[in-house]
């Protein structure tokens, strides 16, 4: 049990574009969701939190007009970065954790994004 | 905000013998403290975790020391195997669906 997927595992797109990524929790209903950038080489960086049916919760220093995150419901939450740029480029990871789950967050595969 | 130190950054380790990974935290709120294991492009894999009304925990060749007065916990694996080699992370939040605040990471490699 316990089980979130990303969706795509890889994308890769052109400057000025804007790339979607989806996080779902495929067995639970995920009350809060967490997305991290994770750059070559570093430690995962908290981007924003949300949780299910209000605006998400951005960590300082992160673009919320370029980063935008939609938890439209206990299953699903959005990850779009607009006009990427090659600096986007990077792994996002999202997590997810449940009320009923107790403390443990769980992460999805993953999504390489290649901006060129 | 939190605060997570970790050390050593690289770690090299003959087969056999233990590892030591260690982690510092700020937040006296914090009492949720996981140890992950990432392999190269895979997502974190939860390998222990400890709450803070725990001293130490051990799974298996997997041990976590928690210190709530010092705030720093360690994460101890012995009998080091080659499918031992990977990124280790430290983490601390104020549990519940609070968030995570990471360490910067340790490559452990076991040598044969």
């Known amino acids: 049990g316990a089980v979130v997927s990303q969706h795509p595992s890889w994308v890769i797109c052109k400057s000025g574009t804007s790339v979607k990524i989806e996080c779902r929790s495929l067995?639970?209903?995920?009350?809060?969701m967490f997305w991290y950038r994770q750059f070559p080489k570093q430690s995962l960086m908290l981007m924003a939190t949300?949780?299910?049916?209000?605006?998400?919760?951005?960590e300082q220093g992160v673009e919320k007009d370029k980063f935008l995150i939609n938890h439209a419901s206990l299953t699903l939450s959005t990850l779009t970065v607009t006009s990427a740029h090659p600096e986007d480029s990077s792994f996002y990871i999202c997590?997810?954790?449940?009320?009923?789950?107790?403390?443990?967050?769980?992460f999805g595969p993953g999504t390489r994004l290649t901006v060129l | 905000g939190e605060n997570v130190e970790q050390h050593p950054s690289t770690l090299s380790v003959q087969e056999g013998d233990s590892a030591v990974i260690k982690c510092t935290y700020s937040?006296?709120?914090?009492?949720?403290f996981p140890w992950y294991k990432q392999e190269l492009g895979k997502r974190p894999q939860l390998i222990i975790d400890?709450?803070?009304?725990?001293g130490e925990k051990k799974d298996q060749r997997i041990a976590v020391t928690l210190n709530k007065t010092a705030k720093h916990f360690s994460l101890h694996i012995t009998e080091t195997q080659p499918e031992d080699s990977a990124v280790y992370f430290c983490?601390?939040?104020?549990?519940?669906?609070?968030?995570?605040?990471f360490g910067t990471g340790t490559r452990l490699t076991i040598i044969p």
């Open positions: 937040d006296s709120a914090s009492n949720y």
């Open positions: 949300s949780n299910e049916g209000s605006k998400a919760t951005y």
């Open positions: 983490a601390a939040s104020r549990g519940g669906n609070e968030k995570l605040t």
């Open positions: 067995d639970f209903q995920a009350t809060t």
């Open positions: 400890i709450r803070s009304n725990v």
């Open positions: 997590s997810a954790s449940g009320t009923s789950l107790g403390n443990e967050q769980f």
